[in-house]
């Protein structure tokens, strides 16, 4: 009996022994798997964005010198980037700058930090910046020749961003654009021509969705989405403190469109995003205070592969999902998107530990957007109450069509502090406008 137990602990220690070294060599390099289809797709997919007219590129050389062409500029700094990755430098530097820029158009001259915020003015931004604003900071040369930039930008049909991005990858600069943005709206409702002003903020949130529509990363839709907001904040300001005038009506109503469903979606950014994760997965361990076992154990093409499958791939199921089914995945914290067993999912221990450790809270991103159509709801309603002395808001709030499109449920009124608002489905901002 006893050489029978012994027998079989034998038989199960060599059974043991070799599923351990099954396991640990098929979790070696050499034992890596192909690229899914979905993958190479992506990786294979990386045009690089059109030149002419595209507002990207002269986003990219806004501060170049004055006999510069700001599209050119742009375009020539993300050629040379590409070129520095090339030769192992990942980055634009400072000397790249200087020599594809010149003399920047600012030279030094702080005008940005001197572009007032709203701060603790959220209800009077648009009044606190226009009378914050000097005729004199206004006529400097240096904020001129910018502000004409800015208007040849916004004026632009095309966004096509750079994505053949790595961690490393320097982003575009969005400061000195938001900040002329604010320059120009507070300017022109300075001078009290209302008619150029509701002109300006027209062409201003025409182009930010732009922006929105064409942009691939998703720094270009937060940016948009951020400004957008600010626009339609200045929107309710101007509808609450101006006398409604007829000429206004289809300027204002253009503006209160609700965003399409192309500019809710998300998805199409996603995969963009990805692409920094997928250029460097060869390289990750390297440099990282892994040993040699460690890189030897990694596999990156699985590690991709399974970055795909349990990032990319829910994160765009979650973009494309309808605004009721969000709110759901919202509320329960949590959504599973996994389809079926992966052959992967119980291998390469490293690749999966990085993956997870590049995971985001992409719904907060998809959300503001949401947050965002249903604020353009509310200054709608604002500008039925302004416009028609027929109905009193509380009838206006009570009419199926002006319900708050996450519950609807008419939007909270507070008569005291005369707030109109909702819980925001991004749980870090608020979602109001006094009337």
Known sequence: MKS????????????????????ALINTSPFDEELSPEVKKIINNIPLPVVEGNAYYAIMGINAQANKDIVEAGHELTLRYLENRKNGNDDITSKDYKEILGNTISNGHPW??????CDKNEFNCLNYLSENITSEYLNEPILQALLKRYTEISEMKVYSSFIDRTFATPLISYASMTRLSRVKLASAYK????????????KDLKFWKVLLNQGSLLLDKMVAVSVIKRDLNFLSEYIRDNASVESDKILINEMLTSLTSNELDFSKSFIAESISFLN??????????TSWYEGFLYQPKATQNIFYEKQIKQQIEMAQLSLQELIKVRKSGFVDFDKGFKLHFIYNFLGKTLVQYSAGAYSDYIVRAHDLNNMIKMVNIQYQAKTNNQQSLQQLLSQPQNA???????FEYDQESKLLHFKCLDNYNHCRIQL
Not at 112 to 117: A, F, I, T, W
Request: charged residues 20%.
């Open 4 to 23: 029978y137990i012994k027998t079989f602990l034998k038989f199960t220690s060599i059974v043991f022994v070799l599923f351990v070294a099954i396991v």
């Open 112 to 117: 940005q930090s001197e572009v007032k915020h």
């Open 191 to 202: 001078i009290e021509n209302r008619a150029e002003f509701i002109k300006l903020l027209h």
């Open 404 to 410: 708050n499109l996450f519950n609807n449920k008419p």
């Open 280 to 289: 460097t997965s060869d390289d990750l361990t390297k440099g990282s205070g």
